[in-house]
Each structure stands twice: as C-alpha cells, then as structure tokens.
C-alpha cells in the first residue's frame, strides 16, 4: 500500500524566502519528492486558512505553508499573523481528528534551499505515513 | 378502501416484512427525530411525536443531482430515479403538504425528480392521538386523521393498529403483508373516530384562516411586519423544516474537467435570495422577508393554487430559536385588518 | 430579581430622545420560550423580563439590524441602541467594540448580573413543556417553577446551562447601568465536553464530528445568532470564488464549521448561542471552546473583557509559540 500511495501535497510559498529558496535548490539540483504542488503567494500572512480546508476538500493528502523566518518578512510581520492565525488552525484540524502530520509548516530563508529538502521530505513521509485523506474529499462524498 | 386490523404482536413481522422494500420510519438521532432507512428485519417504533425534519427531505432531498457533465462527453448523464420507496409513520400534516407541494412541481413544468421519487414512493400514515403542543391543522383545513395525501392510513388502537387501505399503492403493500392483517371489525372504526375526535380535541391552538388571505394584500406597509420579524435571526429553521416550503437554487459545481449541476434547498429567510447581481436587494431586510414568508404562505400560494401553503404541523413555532410563533402573527394579521 | 425596578430603568431609557429602542426579553408564546423584546416606548417596558430563561445573547441584535440606505433628503438615524446584558453577553458588546464593530456612543448597556440560566430542553426532559408560557424565578441556589399558587424547586445542578456550569464571568464586564447586586462567581466547572475528545485518537475524533458534521442542515442559525459574526460580506454567501459548495454534504458541512470555527478563534466569548439555536444538535460550543482554552492558555489571552485590547488574531507577539515549526 505505502509503495503505491503517492501522497499529494499542496504547498502555499511565501514569494520572498520559501519560493526562492524552492527555486534555489532546482537551479542547485537539489533532489527532492516530487510530490509537492507549489502555490506561490505573496506572504505566509496572505494563506488563508480557507486555502489549506479547500485543498483537503480537493484531494490533498497534506499541506504545507512555509514563509520567511520571523523578523525577515519582507511585510515586516505577515509571518508573526501567520504563526497564530495557522496554530489555531493546526489545533482546529487535530481536534476534528486530522491526522496532525498532514500540516507542515516552515521557516524557509531564500537562501536555504537544503532545508526546503528537508522540509519537503519530511513532509512525504508524514503523509505517507497518515496514508491518503479521501474521507473529506468533495468528490469521493458529495458527487 | 378497505380497513384492516394488525394485532401489536405481529408489529415486528411486519416492519420486518416491509424492511425489504426500502423502508424508511422515523427515529431519534441525538435531539433530531427524522426518517431513516429500516434495514432488513429491524423494528420500529412509532413512539413520540412528529419528526424534527419533515418527510419532505426524501422525495425532495436537501441536495440533489440533477446531472453530471465532463470535457469532451456531449450528452450530460441525469441520475437514476428508479428506487421504489415505503416511508413508514407519516403524520397526516406531512403528507397532506406532499399533496400541496406537488401542486407546485405539476404547475407550469412538470418537475421529472419530484414526480418521479413521489410517484415510487408508498406513504403509510399514522393518526395523531395526541397532538403536540403547537399543532394546529384543524385551523387550515387538515386533520390529525387526515387522509389527503396518504396511501395508508393507520391508527394505534392500543393493542392493535388500524389500516386504512386508501390506493392502489396502498393495496400492494397491505396485499404483501395479507396474512399478518385480519378484516377490522366494525368496533374498531368506531373506535378511531372517537381517537380522532379527542385528538381533534386536545388541539390548544387555532386561528381561523377566513379573511386573512384577502388583508395579507392591505397589510403589507402595516408595522406590525417590523415587529414581529425585529428578533428573527435571519437563519433557515424555520423553512428548511416546513414541510411545505419547497424553494431551491440551482449551481453548478465544478472540479478540473468535470462537475455536476445540483439544487439544493433554499430559503427566502436569507439575504441572499433575493439579491440581484447587481447588488441591490429587493428584500433588503428581516421585515420584508418575514412579510414574504407569510404572504407566500397564506396569500400567494392561495391565489395560485386556492389553498393555504400551510398544514398547521407547527415546526416553525416550535422550532425557532427566539420564539416566533406562526399563530401568534397570524392572530396579529387579524388584529391588524 | 426586582423586575418593577428593572422596568422602571428601562421606561426611563427608552424615553430618552437619544434612544431608539431598548432590547431585552418578554414572556414566549408558550413553554419556556422567551422572546426578544423590542421596547420603543415606556409602556412596552411593563413586558420586560429577567429570569433564567433569558439565555439568549441579545448583542447580535446590535450587528443583526440591516443598515439600509437612508432616502434622500431624511437624516440618517443616529440615536442609541439601548441592550439588556447578562455577564456573557457583555463580553459580547466588549468585543464587538474591540473590533470597532460598534461605536460605545451608539450603544446604552444594562447590566443584569447573572445567576446563571436555564437549559430548556433539559428542563423540559423533567418537566414537559406546555401550552402556556411558564414562570420561572431563581431562589438561592436553585430555580422555581411558579404555576399559580404552585411551586416546583428544580435544583440548580439538574437543569443548569453547559455554558453557565463553565463560566467565569457572571457579572457584565461593561455596562452604563446595573440593576442587581453583582453575583459572587462560582467555581467554573472542569470543560468535561472538550476533554472528552482530547482524550479521543485521531480516528476517533473525526468519527465523532463526521456523525456530527452530517447531521448538519446548514440552516446558518449558528452564524446569525452569533453576536461576533456579522461580515457584511460573509464567505458562505460568495459565489465567485465560492469557498463552500451550496450542497450539503459531509465535506461541505465541515468545510463551514472549520471556517466557521476558526473565524471566531480567539473572539468567541463562550454565550453558546451558537449551540442552543442548532435545531440538529451539533455540539458547536466544544469547538470554539477549544479553541478559546488554546487562546487561553498559551497566549495568555482572554476576549470580550477590555474594549480596548487589540484583536487577537489582528496582533501578536515576538514569542508567540511556534514549536510547531520546522
């Protein structure tokens, strides 16, 4: 089962350190899972925590969100709203019984395109581990 | 019509009997009474009163497919409506507001969901011997042994249930199950038109309705609108559970290259029913849409159809969180003529 | 509770020129219901009541009231609006000017300290409702039920509300005008509902907030009985880009109560109104107050208590907990 399951995972990137750092390690050939779909957004502060229910609801597995370390957003504090507003939706998710491993989030500099990969793997392998989230999908309930 | 006797002992048998043909009967979920389907060889109980959800949710779902479309497929693929269906323990309030709502479905258009569930579906009724606190049917021209509607009409006699065997569909369903039923004696029938004449007796409130679609019209700058909806929230409850409001919206829900159009419920209680694209809101406030609750209920619907939108089962009184009581605005429309 | 004097204070508001209605709560239609009171003049203020059926928060009334285009050539309304508030539903008003959803100036605040309420659908498992509109008074500890020369003591610990076992501010936190002595608060009851699910793994919870979630007829009377949800554009009536489907199912439904939950994370003041009004029963309460314990406990953060504190999900601080983070 876990050899075939590929898990599907929707990144929200912060345009000014966690994208850049992203691209840093492709233009480094850094390996990393390719199970990472990349949405690039203006700041960690701008995610919604919308964004992260709606990608369950259309088939992610897991989610992870990733911005500038705190002190270095590039909107002087995006990432500090960020940090409390996507605690509480961690606490939220885990206390409607979210397998707690299928949210990641990270401090990711421009500069730091091996911790991206570390990020990254990480994250697959949690997920991996929680195994697919089909149980909240739109189309495996309501279609 | 024939009448038939079913002694309480062979009860068991006979839900048991029906559970194969997809049997619906109510039942107390948490603190929501409503139907459910009976699997094969369950019981049911008849206890209690009316359910929280009407009836009406299963032959006219809260959200339903109407088709479902993909990139690249021309025909789109309406789903099957093929299911025959028994529900077990309608009150005679439901399902004479089946028979009115049905009015609505047949009018200019006949809608093929609607007619199609409602033409495979059996309705055994059940008599009220006690009616709840805010029923009030007498008041719109129903009946707690009413049959309008019904295919079956039973009546708990105490030890035995009464059947009223009132249409074909009916016929094939008490045919199923001939050998559980004996020929109800003439006792037994005398016995339920006393039931239903205390029923009709213990009913605590009534309105009576003459007059009031004609003032609805006179009334409608009149302040006593603002009044009565100044403590609505603005929520659905007292709609979405109306056995006979029957409003809907149409979407279309789409994901990468395929999609379905479904209609779910929708209820003129809310902002957003009426709200052009434009922004501007015919309905800008509680007020207007409380009149237009009312109106639809005991004017338009009257004028349309020559009968009151309203079967007196009083979920809406009994179940609004601050209190608005249908009768209560009613008596206030009268006052007010 | 002295209702002459209560009614006499607000006779006296409601005639004011700079008042336009004073809200509190009148006698229901039958059982134990109560209704909103609207009191525009000094008579309507002989209806008023105060006993422990008067659970219901009124504060959503201040947001509640559509602001409709003023026709040309009139003034614009501006006098105040004048509210009945128990301790909770203080917290509310507190809140709502945190948020700068209202202006103090258009608001007269009533005090009721509050001795705590009454479930009625617990009370009416014991004690059927009927036809008429019942009386109830509290005495001591307990409640009374007064049907003429009848009295029924109802112990406190039968049929008191989850959300008044659980408070820790009875007494308004704001208000202009008190009527009563302030109520000695009580020791807030352990939050059994949230721990129960805490001690539940993963697999558990969300089976218990499937069977929850489905119930779910999405009737929005949680979110507009809400005195601290009141977005003039709200999410769930977007239709581009539409954030929760129309169709109700389990994903949708849940899809609103997380937003609907994390949209008051760090607001909610606990009055429960929410849960009370859910005509299916989904236990609404247990997820905003778990997330008001987080609140709580590890930011050191409590709304609806100063006016003037700044929102918490619109601030933070350098060492907010981040052990989360990678």
């Known amino acids: 089962m876990s050899e075939q399951f590929r898990p599907n995972i929707v990144a929200f990137l912060c345009n000014w350190c966690t994208y850049a750092g992203a691209d840093l390690a492709g233009t480094s050939r850094v390996q990393y899972p390719a199970n990472v779909k990349i949405i690039r957004v203006m700041c960690s502060g701008r995610v919604n925590p919308l964004y992260v229910v709606n990608a369950l609801q259309q088939g992610a597995d897991g989610v992870i969100i990733s911005g500038c370390h705190p002190g270095d957003c590039h909107y002087m504090e995006g990432n500090f709203y960020a940090r409390r507003r996507l605690k509480l939706l961690k606490e939220l998710l885990e206390f409607t019984g979210v397998d707690p491993r299928r949210f990641t989030m990270s401090w990711v500099s421009a500069s730091e395109g091996h911790k991206w990969k570390e990020v990254v793997e990480k994250a697959v392998e949690d997920v991996r581990a929680a195994g697919p989230f089909d149980q909240f999908q739109r189309r495996q309930i309501g279609w | ?337 | 509770m002295d209702l002459d004097k209560l009614r006499k204070t607000a006779a006296e508001i409601v005639s004011r020129d700079d008042v336009k209605y004073l809200i509190g709560w009148r006698r229901g239609t039958f059982g134990y219901r109560v209704s909103p009171h609207f009191v525009r003049d000094a008579a309507g203020a002989d209806e008023l009541i105060f006993s422990p059926l008067c659970i219901s928060n009124l504060a959503n009334y201040l947001t509640l009231v559509e602001k409709l285009p003023v026709p040309r050539g009139q003034e614009p309304d501006t006098r105040k609006v004048a509210l009945m508030v128990k301790g909770c539903d203080s917290r509310a008003v507190a809140q709502l000017l945190a948020e700068k959803g209202i202006k103090r100036e258009e608001v007269v605040v009533v005090g009721l300290p509050c001795p705590g309420m009454i479930d009625r659908k617990l009370l009416a498992e014991k004690y059927p409702e009927t036809e008429q509109a019942a009386e109830i008074r509290w005495r001591g500890e307990d409640f009374v039920l007064v049907d003429g020369e009848e009295e029924t003591v109802i112990p406190r610990a039968e049929v008191l509300a989850e959300k008044c076992r659980l408070c820790r501010h009875p007494n308004p936190v704001l208000s202009d005008v008190t009527v009563g002595e302030p109520v000695e608060p009580w020791a807030a009851a352990e939050d059994s509902g949230v721990a129960e699910i805490m001690a539940k793994n993963a697999e558990e919870r969300w089976a218990y907030w499937e069977e929850q979630f489905s119930k779910c007829i999405r009737c929005y009377s949680c979110k507009n009985a809400c005195p601290l949800c009141y977005c003039e554009d709200c999410i769930l009536d977007r239709l581009d880009p539409i954030w929760v489907n129309r169709s109700v199912n389990f994903s949708e439904n849940t899809a609103f109560h997380l937003a609907r939950a994390f949209h008051l994370a760090g607001r909610c003041i606990e009055c429960g109104e929410c849960e009370r009004v859910c005509p299916a029963g989904i236990p609404l309460g247990k997820l905003n107050r778990m997330l008001a314990q987080t609140v709580r406990e590890e930011y050191e953060f409590e709304p609806g208590l100063d006016p003037e504190a700044e929102p918490f999900q619109a601030s933070y601080k350098p060492d907010d907990p981040e052990e989360f983070i990678l």
């Open chain 2, 1 to 337: 019509m024939s009448a038939k006797l079913l002694h309480k002992e062979k009860w068991s048998e006979f839900t048991g009997r029906l559970s194969g043909k997809n049997l619906w009967a109510p039942a107390v979920q948490g603190e929501v009474k409503k139907f459910v389907p009976v699997a094969e060889g369950e019981t049911v109980s008849l206890e209690g009163g009316n359910t929280t959800v009407p009836p009406k949710a299963l032959i006219f779902p809260q959200t339903e497919t109407l088709y479902r479309f993909s990139r690249g497929e021309e025909e789109p693929e309406p789903p099957a409506i093929d299911e025959e269906m028994v529900l077990l323990g309608v009150r005679p309030c439901d399902a004479r507001a089946m028979a009115l709502v049905e009015k609505l479905f047949r009018w200019d258009f006949d809608d093929p969901y609607y007619l199609k569930r409602r033409e495979l579906t059996t309705l055994i009724g059940l008599a009220c011997n006690e009616p709840e606190i805010n029923c009030f049917c007498p008041s719109v021209g129903g009946s707690p042994a009413s049959t309008e509607g019904l295919d079956i009409l039973m009546t708990d006699l105490g030890e035995s249930y009464l059947l009223e065997v009132l249409t074909d569909k009916g016929k094939a369903i008490a045919g199923a199950v001939e050998d559980l039923l004996e020929e109800a004696p003439a006792e037994a029938l005398k016995q339920k038109e006393k039931l239903a004449e205390e029923a009709l007796a213990g009913i605590k409130w009534s309105v009576d309705p003459e007059g009031i679609p004609e003032a609805l019209p006179q009334l409608w700058e009149d302040p006593l609108w603002e009044r009565v909806s100044a403590p609505c929230l603005g929520c659905g409850i007292c709609t979405y559970l109306c056995p006979t409001c029957y409003c809907f919206d149409i979407q279309d829900e789409v994901e990468g290259s395929a999609g379905r159009r479904c209609r779910s419920w929708d209820s003129c209680m809310f902002a957003e029913y009426t709200v052009h694209t434009s922004g501007h809101n015919p309905r800008p406030s509680r007020r207007e849409r409380t009149r237009n609750r009312i109106n639809h209920k005991y004017s338009y619907f009257v004028d349309k159809f020559g009968e009151i939108a309203c079967v007196g089962c009083g979920r809406c009184s009994s179940l609004c969180p601050v209190n608005i009581d249908l009768i209560d605005i009613l008596r206030q429309v009268k006052a007010a003529q």
